[in-house]
């Protein structure tokens, strides 16, 4: 069964179709990473880090990176308390390869340690 397909296929249409084009770049350009449902939303793992995922939200399809803010990039806006930053698309023509491909790059070679962070978290309580 693959989780992420039955994912996109239960969204609306505009949003299938970003989703769609979103995982067929990161499965070909994130070769070996593991890709599953976490929190309700397709992820992508390095190790056990996770790098990157999508998820729809009102304003569209949200493709958020776990340690974008550190990226320098511009177009991507940064979310939460951490290291979180995204881009939200409503179109797929508002997909711009080549952005798409420097940002999945980025996410191999600065890898947030999440998961160490989380494991001290929960030590100190």
């Known amino acids: 069964m693959d989780e992420i397909k039955n994912y996109n296929n239960a969204l609306d249409a505009a949003s299938k179709k970003i989703a769609n084009q979103l995982r067929e770049q990161i499965d ?18 390095i190790g056990e880090n996770a790098v990157l995922g999508y998820s ?13 803010s550190n990226f320098g990039e511009s177009k991507l806006k940064n979310v939460g308390s951490f290291f979180a930053a995204e881009m939200v698309y409503t179109s797929v023509d508002e997909l711009v390869s ?8 980025l996410s191999k070679e600065l890898i947030w340690d999440s998961a160490s962070h989380m494991r001290k978290a929960r030590a100190k309580k």
């Open 56 to 68: 729809k939200k009102k304003a569209g399809v949200s493709l958020l990176f776990w340690n974008g």
């Open 98 to 105: 080549k952005d798409i491909k420097r940002w999945l790059k």
């Open 28 to 45: 070909a350009t994130l070769k070996g990473a593991e890709s599953k449902i976490w929190h309700g939303a397709p992820v992508w793992f």
